[in-house]
C-alpha cells in the first residue's frame, strides 16, 4: 500500500537547520506533486512548500529564503532543508503526495525551535 515516512526532526536552536525527508512507496512518484505541511499547537495545518512533478516550487511566505524543497525521483524522496529557524517554525511536519483528486498523507515528525 501507499506510504509516506517522515524522518529528520528535532530539537534545534534558533538559527539552527534540520533536514527533514520524506521517502514514499506504492506510488508512481514522479507523477505526483510533493509537498510539506505543519500544524503547531492551537493552529490550522497550512502548506509550507510543495514541489510539482516538473520541478517547480512554491513556499509559504513565512519560510520563503530560509527552507528549500527538493525531490530525487530515483530515491523516491522528497527533502525539506529547513535554515535560519525560528520559535515560530515549531510544530509537527507532514509530507503530502497528490495527483489529481488523490492525496496520502504521512505520519508527522515533530520539529521544535527552541533555546
Known amino acids: 500500500q501507499v506510504q509516506l515516512v517522515e524522518s529528520g526532526g528535532g530539537l534545534v536552536q534558533p538559527g539552527g537547520s534540520l533536514r527533514l525527508s520524506c521517502a514514499a512507496s506504492?506510488?508512481?512518484?514522479?507523477?505526483?506533486?510533493m509537498g510539506w505541511y505543519r500544524q503547531a499547537p492551537g493552529k490550522q495545518r497550512e502548506l509550507v512548500a510543495a514541489?510539482?512533478?516538473?520541478?517547480?516550487?512554491n513556499y509559504a511566505d513565512s519560510v520563503k529564503g530560509r527552507f528549500t524543497l527538493s525531490r530525487d525521483n530515483a530515491k523516491m524522496t522528497v527533502y525539506l532543508q529547513m535554515n535560519s529557524l525560528k520559535p515560530e517554525d515549531t510544530a509537527v511536519y507532514y509530507c503530502?503526495?497528490?495527483?489529481?483528486?488523490?492525496?496520502?498523507w504521512g505520519q508527522g515528525t515533530q520539529v521544535t525551535v527552541s533555546s
Open positions: 506504492g506510488i508512481m512518484f514522479s507523477i505526483y506533486t
Open positions: 514541489i510539482t512533478s516538473g520541478g517547480n516550487t
Open positions: 503530502n503526495a497528490a495527483f489529481q483528486s488523490v492525496d496520502y
